[in-house]
């Protein structure tokens, strides 16, 4: 079935450091791929989305680009800030009923 | 444009009293609804989702209920909450056609039993 593996937090980074949060899938066809942030107390935000392969969706300084050879879609960011802090979900949406499946999770620490 | 609106923001319920939170969109028509909640420092657990006024489907077994009077009206109920019920509720919605677009989320009710 479809699946969705993120990498495990909390990641803990130094404002501006690079990121990189890892999200790998597994699903039939052809998906479209999504990150969603997450802050304190708050509902979930679309982040960016990509819908084929090779796609970079990219917001607020973060991307991510839809591989299809390597079944990811990793969330990079240049350059970190302490508001970046926050819990970021990596979805797919396939087949007929299009709901979205979820990764778990990962949060996002940010030290000044 | 489309949006969401949730609430309460915040509940605090005892232990055996019923539950109702209400969630409504607007500037759309026959949206997909849903029901997440989400435990403390926990991932997203999809409670229900609707596809048409009347129709329900529930992913896992609970003390909840959902029901969806209207188009655009998505409610969820309990009649006697337990303390497990305790969490984040988050409703969402995404348009009937088409996987390219994702969700779009109210901003949550959090829900205290004690």
């Known amino acids: 079935g479809n699946s969705v593996t993120q990498m495990e937090g909390p990641v803990t980074l130094s404002e501006e450091a690079f990121l990189t949060i890892n999200c790998t899938y597994t699903?039939?066809?052809?998906?479209?791929l999504f990150w969603y942030v997450q802050y304190p107390g708050e509902g979930l935000q679309l982040l960016l989305k990509?819908?084929?392969a090779d796609d970079k969706g990219s917001n607020k300084g973060f991307e991510a680009t839809y591989r299809k050879e390597t079944t990811s879609f990793h969330l990079e960011k240049g350059s970190v800030q302490v508001s970046d802090s926050a819990v970021y979900f990596c979805?797919?949406?396939?087949?007929?009923?299009?709901?979205?499946?979820w990764g778990a999770g990962t949060k996002l620490i940010i030290k000044p | 444009s489309q949006t969401i609106h949730q609430w309460p923001a915040t509940l605090v319920q005892p232990v055996g009293s019923p539950l109702s939170l209400e969630c409504t969109v607007e500037?759309?028509?026959?949206?997909?609804l849903y029901w997440y909640r989400q435990a403390a420092g926990r991932g997203l657990q999809l409670l229900f989702y609707?596809?048409?006024?009347?129709?329900i489907s529930s992913e896992v077994p609970q003390n909840l209920s959902a029901s969806r009077p209207q188009d655009r009206q998505f409610i969820l109920s309990s009649k006697k909450l337990l303390l497990s019920d305790s969490g984040f509720y988050l409703c969402?919605?995404?348009?009937?056609?088409?996987?390219?677009?994702?969700?779009?989320f109210g901003s949550g009710t959090r829900l205290t039993v004690v």
């Open positions: 969402a919605w995404s348009p009937g056609q088409g996987g390219d677009y994702g969700y779009t």
């Open positions: 500037g759309t028509s026959n949206p997909n």
């Open positions: 609707s596809v048409g006024i009347g129709q």
């Open positions: 699903a039939t066809g052809y998906p479209s």
């Open positions: 990509a819908t084929k």
């Open positions: 979805a797919l949406s396939a087949g007929s009923n299009y709901q979205l499946i």
